[in-house]
């Protein structure tokens, strides 16, 4: 029972990554990434990332929204739909190993990821090509 991704969420989606890069705490490395997250009931939620002086603190745009949408929103329905993910490379970056797990806690292979290139251009993936047996309690 997959979620029906339409082109005008999708653009939403897309606008809404890059418009949250300017959010993001990036002192360190200059690298701007911005995350809009997806619910199965079209809201939108978003995350930059946010660095620390102590490097290996810092934190993904993607699970600053993924955090932020589970914290905000507990009743949402999930898993969640799709995520965008927008930086000013290109290609687009995708996500990091750390990210996908996490992203694999509240969505399913299906989840659609949106990966956006400084001149817009996308690059599709699921979460099961980006991450086929991904770590879980579930047996
Ligand atoms: N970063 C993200 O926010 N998402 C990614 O998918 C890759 C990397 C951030 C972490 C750090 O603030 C900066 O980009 C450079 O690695």
Do not use: W
Request: proline fraction near 5%.
């Amino acid at each position: 029972m997959g979620y029906l991704l339409t082109e005008e969420k999708r653009k939403e989606l897309v606008a809404a990554a890059v418009a949250a890069k300017a959010g993001a705490y990036c002192k360190y490395s200059q690298f701007r990434v911005g995350a809009a997250l997806l619910t199965t009931d079209g809201e939108i939620i978003t995350g930059a990332n946010v660095e620390n002086a102590s490097y290996g603190l810092t934190i993904c745009a993607e699970r600053t929204a993924v955090f932020t949408a589970v914290t905000a929103l507990p009743a949402k329905p999930r898993p969640f739909a799709a995520m965008a993910i927008a930086a000013d490379v290109d290609p687009p970056v995708s996500p990091c190993g750390a990210c996908r797990q996490v992203l694999a806690e509240l969505g399913t292979a299906e989840l659609e990821v949106i990966m956006v290139g400084a001149d817009g251009t996308t690059v599709c993936r699921t979460l099961g090509e980006l991450l086929p047996l991904s770590f879980s309690l579930s047996r």
